[in-house]
């Protein structure tokens, strides 16, 4: 990889919109409901249901995301390193296979993530991370190393858990960095207690995109900061109420393999973010940074060791590895955006 690196790519500034596609069915049930008594009882009844319902398919999509990491974590860490996500390449650059560059754009994925944030080596004000679907601990494990600080990681897959503190063990750094199975959507930890909150590649996953922006806000300490790196869809265009129909299709398609819920925009993200009052609130695309990765994933799974790998790691690793083209033609047909979204906690 070069010394040097390249500028982020498309640094984008958002006016306000509407969000309507992050309503929760319960918001959604209140601005619906019928005023006449009868109507209201009724309306209360279908509330329940609806809530039910919703509750039952929040839960199955929880026990599918940590399933799916139980099975899929040792093959990935087995073939990619402990570090579960995107690398950061310059704008097309081909990587062979056989260079170590894949595994050092992984790292410089966290090194630029931090830069864009404004959080630099010598920031003396990060004590406390919490790294936020940590995978099995390589951002962590790295950004303790690098400041000292005390990293605590959070996941739905009690596998990655347990690798995670394991790794922290072996690498000597259990006395600063430790993981534990909990929810993101309600995380475990008091108010105001983190100077780091860190999100790489986690939110994809969350049912309630509204509801995870105030969980990270809500453990933020006053001053510090939020780093979201995230699949998104592109953002709409004005008037636009939706993605077109086969755009959505793809998407679906994906969904059901790697239990993804539905996608936003970098634009709901900061929308989001904007109505918490949150400060330095910055996003930029990074599709073009990444666009090398998912081919690089494919060319690994066909060589000898990784189709013996995924052969042994069962059927929900095959599903990830035939659903990894859809990805690239996401990409390239400029439906699927990587996103960063970064801002500070006002003091």
Not at 192 to 206: A, Y
Not at 211 to 222: C, D, H, M, N, S
Not at 279 to 287: G, L, R, T, V, Y
Request: hydrophobic share 40%.
């Amino acid at each position: 990889m070069k010394a040097t690196l390249a500028p982020p790519s498309s640094l984008i500034s958002l006016p306000r919109h509407k969000v309507s596609s992050l309503r929760s069915p319960s918001l959604l049930l209140q601005s619906q409901r019928p005023s006449s008594a009868l109507m209201t009882t009724t309306a209360s009844r279908g509330s329940v249901a609806v809530t039910a319902a919703a509750t039952s398919s929040a839960e199955a999509l929880r026990e599918g995301i940590a399933e799916f990491y139980n099975e899929t974590s040792g093959l990935w860490e087995e073939i990619w390193g402990d570090h579960m996500h995107h690398g950061f390449y310059d704008p097309d650059s081909s990587v062979q296979l056989s260079d170590s560059g894949h595994r050092e754009a992984q790292i410089r994925m966290i090194e630029e993530s931090l830069r864009f944030a404004g959080v630099t080596e010598e920031e003396k004000k990060i004590k406390r991370v919490v790294d936020v679907g940590c995978g099995i601990g390589g951002s962590s494990r790295y950004i303790a190393s690098k400041f000292g600080a005390e990293c605590i990681g959070i996941t739905l897959s009690p596998v990655q858990a347990k690798r995670a503190n394991d790794l922290a063990t072996a690498q000597s750094l259990s006395h600063k960095v430790s993981f534990q199975v909990a929810d993101a959507l309600d995380q475990p930890f008091e108010d105001g207690i983190f100077d780091l909150v860190w999100s790489m590649e986690s939110g994809e996953h969350m049912p309630d995109k509204a509801k995870f922006v105030k969980e990270l806000v809500r453990v933020t300490a006053p001053g510090g900061r939020i780093i979201i790196v995230t699949w998104c869809h592109r953002n709409l265009s004005q008037g636009e109420e939706s993605l077109q129909p086969w755009e959505q299709n793809l998407l679906d398609r994906i969904c059901k393999t790697f239990y993804l819920p539905a996608w936003c925009s970098t634009s709901d993200y900061v929308e989001l973010l904007q109505s918490l009052s949150l400060q330095d609130i910055k996003c930029a695309d990074w599709s073009e940074n990444v666009a090398p990765f998912w081919p690089a994933v494919i060319r690994t799974a066909l060589t000898w060791k990784g189709l013996v790998s995924l052969l042994r790691s069962g059927m929900k690793s095959i599903k990830g590895a035939l659903t990894m083209p859809l990805m690239i033609e996401g990409y390239k047909k400029g439906v699927i955006k990587f996103g960063i979204i970064t801002c500070q906690k006002p003091l």
